[in-house]
């Protein structure tokens, strides 16, 4: 089993690998600035990493900081939202997967809270929900990654179909229809980095 710094290099390197990826979706219904804001991503994460002490929590709100101070956007807030209400949740004395699965829970809970977004409305949450499903479902931390990853994958092929209410990409409507949300793409592939 890797441990926690190895997943975050991992997370760090797929979001500077993606970042073209993302750079293309974004700017076919948003303002095309969401791969610069992975790499920022990635450089808060790798900040972090930098000074953790091996206490989750702390670790967590660390890497939720650097993420905030590395990537000022929308995007990257609500990215550092998830670290940083993620480290209310977890506790030495749970299982690895456990705190996976109350982490997952209280980012979703913290992004829809402070991005004002629903399941459904074409964000990243649409492919966040799915991949905690999979982990509620999951009987342990191995076959949970790679569920999770299925299901994040599958949840942001689906934002396609779906009516976009947030940012750019609400403005355009119908137009963005058949596009994949790129933010919900971030998400997949940061589970698919941890498979």
Request: charged share 25%.
């Amino acid at each position: 089993m890797r441990d926690f710094k190895t997943y975050l290099d991992l997370v760090a390197v797929a979001l500077e690998n993606n970042s073209k990826r993302f750079e293309e979706l974004d700017s076919a219904a948003g303002d095309g600035d969401l791969g610069i804001t992975a790499g920022k991503i990635a450089g808060g994460i790798r900040a972090g990493s930098k000074s953790m002490t091996g206490d989750l929590k702390a670790d967590l709100m660390g890497i939720g900081r650097e993420i905030s101070k590395s990537a000022p956007s929308t995007f990257g807030t609500l990215f550092a939202t998830g670290f940083i209400r993620a480290s209310t949740v977890v506790a030495a004395e749970n299982d690895a997967l456990t705190n996976l699965r109350k982490a997952i829970q209280a980012a979703f809970d913290g992004v829809s809270a402070r991005g004002k977004a629903q399941l459904g409305e074409r964000t990243l949450l649409d492919a966040l929900h799915p991949a905690l499903q999979a982990l509620n479902e999951a009987k342990d931390l191995s076959s949970a990654l790679p569920l999770a990853a299925t299901a994040a994958r599958a949840g942001a092929k689906s934002t396609a179909e779906m009516m976009p209410r947030h940012g750019r990409a609400g403005w355009i409507g119908e137009r963005a229809k058949g596009l994949e949300d790129a933010g919900a793409n971030v998400i997949a592939v940061v589970f698919e980095a941890l498979d």
